[in-house]
């Protein structure tokens, strides 16, 4: 099918910014204060960006409940509990803006829960020595949205809602200068040129067949860096939630807020055992402990009040969980029991964890004042992404940059919650800074080539000319079965090799897709043109995986179950050279001395003192 120019509406801004979640809006309100023209795009509808699902708080060291919290504490915490494989500066530049970020959201209305004086509170969470997230009961990525939109509908950006951006577009010179995308609705090709983008497309979890994820988490933003250019680290390091609900069917997938076990909850296996106290790594364990007591006067004398293994870092709650269902200790449907009911009354969970009541009553006739919940690993989130600048968020490649869970670097091999919800406004807010510093250097205007966009929008209406091809959905089913099964939590060799070559089959089939009907609300279309992004995503996190040969943080090599101290040096790097994809170590950036100092006291149990 012929595309013209004239069929490609053209749209002209300062700054683009492809996402309108946390991260997405953080930068667009940073980017539109400086006086740029600033477009938002969201490939659903304004105010349903996936941040909404992040229930439990953000992360930051504001030491409103333990006073000796500090920032370099949320460092070392975010460091170690990324398996040391985090971009020291990032994890730095994260932990020290964090605070002001949430005082920041504060200011422009976000109305956190409160500290009998009127302070933010703030609750344990997994990871955490103190507990340092600031919430608002278990609703706090939808108070956040909610106060970033208002932020930027005040500034005037512009939001382009139900667009799907299918390239970016480069100059002759490797320079990003535009984007191509669809409206949802009528399936008008809109071509956005710009002086400088900012990917903040969030996570890859539709091609896992249980995630957390929703139907726009489908790799957008990683397949159109990667497509444009950019390096990609550690696609490996996928993040598996170790309590996503795993019966009933009507919520299978659907996350139990860290929040849970933050207030209270406790993992139990059939046999009624708290079976996290069989797990608690050496670095945290008691020498003296053989007893559930002796282990909880041990928290309490050196983590925080009211921690337990529970709160364990989520790669080894997940693989804790995971073992004990291999042991045959599973619940009936294949997770474990997630008990809150006997440890807290009604009214506390009622008030605590208000959407965590509602939705499972509602959705799954689940009442969690009364029974347990049946939870299980559910891919969640992604550490890897595109390769960026800490201080600036740009990209490999000129002109683009990216922000939020597209990027890589910041969390390391294993995210700690609520990290990710301070990692957006940080490195929204720098993102920001970033693309119009770069765009206000940039004299002129840019000119995309528009035989990019006609041969791109060309490519995407292929499946409607196709009499016999397969449906998409198909397609998309067997991806998923083929990344749970063989690139799943626990991998190996053979596995991989085999995910590899049924990721390459199902490129072969996508390519063959054929959809019906019109352009408007086409469903299977939108999916067929998701299936290359996910595609891409599936291919690249398989290729990290075969090539890591050892276990660290998310990612699990069951052929090599140790941690090996030569892969903590280094990201594996991916990219296109000269049309091969190639995957390559390159070493880590060197922490400085005095960064390193912290984690030789970390064996103390004590915090490091703040800087005055």
């Known amino acids: 099918m012929d595309v013209n120019t004239e069929d490609i509406l053209t749209q002209s801004f300062d700054v683009l910014v492809i996402g309108?979640?946390?991260a997405g809006l953080r930068a667009a309100i940073e980017s539109r204060s400086r006086g740029l023209s600033t477009a938002v795009i969201c490939k659903s509808l304004y105010g349903k960006a996936h941040t909404v699902m992040a229930e439990g708080g953000v992360a930051a060291a504001l030491g409103n409940v333990y006073s000796e919290d500090n920032w370099k504490v949320h460092f070392r915490d975010t460091v170690r509990g990324g398996k040391m494989l985090n971009n020291w500066r990032m994890a730095q530049l994260h932990a020290q803006e964090a605070p002001d970020r949430v005082l920041e959201l504060e200011a422009w209305g976000a109305l956190f829960d409160r500290t009998d004086d009127g302070r933010i509170l703030q609750r344990d969470f997994g990871g955490h020595r103190y507990a340092r997230l600031a919430h608002v009961g278990d609703r706090t990525g939808l108070e956040m949205i909610r106060t970033l939109q208002n932020k930027a509908t005040s500034v005037g950006i512009e939001v382009f809602m139900e667009h799907k951006i299918l390239r970016i577009l480069v100059d002759a010179s490797g320079n990003a200068c535009g984007a191509l995308g669809y409206t949802r609705p009528s399936g008008q090709f809109v071509l956005f040129k710009a002086k400088a983008i900012v990917l903040a497309t969030g996570g890859i979890g539709r091609s896992w067949k249980y995630t957390s994820n929703s139907w726009e988490s489908t790799g957008d933003g990683h397949a159109l860096a990667f497509s444009a250019g950019a390096d990609m680290i550690d696609m490996e390091c996928v993040q598996f939630h170790p309590?996503?609900?795993?019966?009933?069917?009507?919520?299978?997938?659907?996350?139990?807020?860290?929040?849970?076990?933050?207030?209270?909850?406790?993992?139990?296996?059939?046999?009624?055992?708290?079976?996290m106290f069989n797990y608690i790594p050496e670095m945290f364990r008691a020498e003296t402990a053989e007893t559930e007591e002796e282990a909880d006067r041990w928290y309490e004398d050196h983590a925080s009040a009211r921690r337990t293994p529970d709160l364990l870092p989520r790669d080894e709650v997940a693989r804790a969980i995971n073992a004990e269902v291999k042991a045959g200790r599973g619940s009936p449907h294949g997770g474990v029991f997630l008990d809150i009911a006997s440890r807290r009354t009604p009214e506390y969970i009622k008030r605590r964890l208000p959407s965590m009541y509602s939705q499972f009553l509602e959705l799954a006739g689940v009442d969690i004042t009364q029974e347990p919940m049946e939870v299980g690993p559910t891919c969640h989130?992604?550490?890897?992404?595109?390769?960026?600048?800490?201080?600036?968020?740009?990209?490999?490649?000129?002109?683009?940059?990216?922000?939020?869970e597209v990027a890589g670097g910041m969390?390391?091999?294993?995210r700690l919650g609520g990290n990710s919800l301070s990692d957006l406004i940080v490195f929204g807010r720098r993102a920001g800074i970033g693309a119009a510093d770069y765009a206000e250097g940039l004299a002129g205007t840019v000119d995309p080539e528009v035989s990019q966009a006609t041969e791109t929008a060309k490519e995407a209406l292929a499946p409607f000319s196709r009499e016999t091809g397969e449906s998409p959905y198909r397609?998309?089913?067997?991806?998923?079965?083929?990344?749970?099964?063989?690139?799943?939590?626990?991998?190996?060799e053979s596995e991989l090799l085999q995910a590899l070559d049924e990721i390459s089959k199902l490129k072969e089939r996508a390519s063959k897709a054929s959809v019906q009907g019109g352009r408007e609300y086409n469903p299977a279309w939108n999916l067929a043109t998701d299936?290359?992004?996910?595609?891409?995503?599936?291919?690249?996190?398989?290729?990290?995986?075969?090539?890591?040969?050892?276990?660290?943080?998310?990612?699990?090599?069951?052929d090599y179950p140790s941690p090996d101290p030569e892969f903590a040096k280094v990201n594996l790097v991916q990219r296109m050279q000269d049309g091969t994809h190639t995957v390559q170590p390159e070493p880590l950036p060197?922490?400085?001395?005095?960064?390193?100092?912290?984690?030789?006291?970390?064996?103390?149990?004590?915090?490091?003192k703040e800087d005055h």
């Open 531 to 558: 299936l290359p992004s996910m595609l891409a995503v599936s291919e690249m996190v398989t290729r990290g995986a075969l090539d890591r040969k050892e276990s660290r943080g998310g990612h699990t090599r069951d």
């Open 20 to 22: 309108a979640g946390g």
């Open 243 to 275: 309590t996503g609900m795993v019966w009933p069917l009507s919520v299978r997938g659907l996350l139990v807020t860290e929040g849970v076990r933050g207030d209270g909850g406790a993992l139990l296996n059939s046999e009624n055992q708290r079976f």
């Open 475 to 492: 397609i998309h089913a067997d991806l998923q079965e083929c990344m749970q099964t063989l690139v799943g939590i626990i991998r190996t």
């Open 411 to 414: 969390h390391g091999a294993n």
């Open 590 to 608: 060197e922490m400085p001395e005095e960064l390193k100092a912290l984690f030789e006291d970390d064996h103390t149990g004590q915090a490091p």
């Open 381 to 404: 989130y992604m550490m890897g992404g595109v390769r960026v600048d800490a201080d600036t968020a740009a990209t490999t490649v000129p002109g683009l940059f990216a922000a939020g």
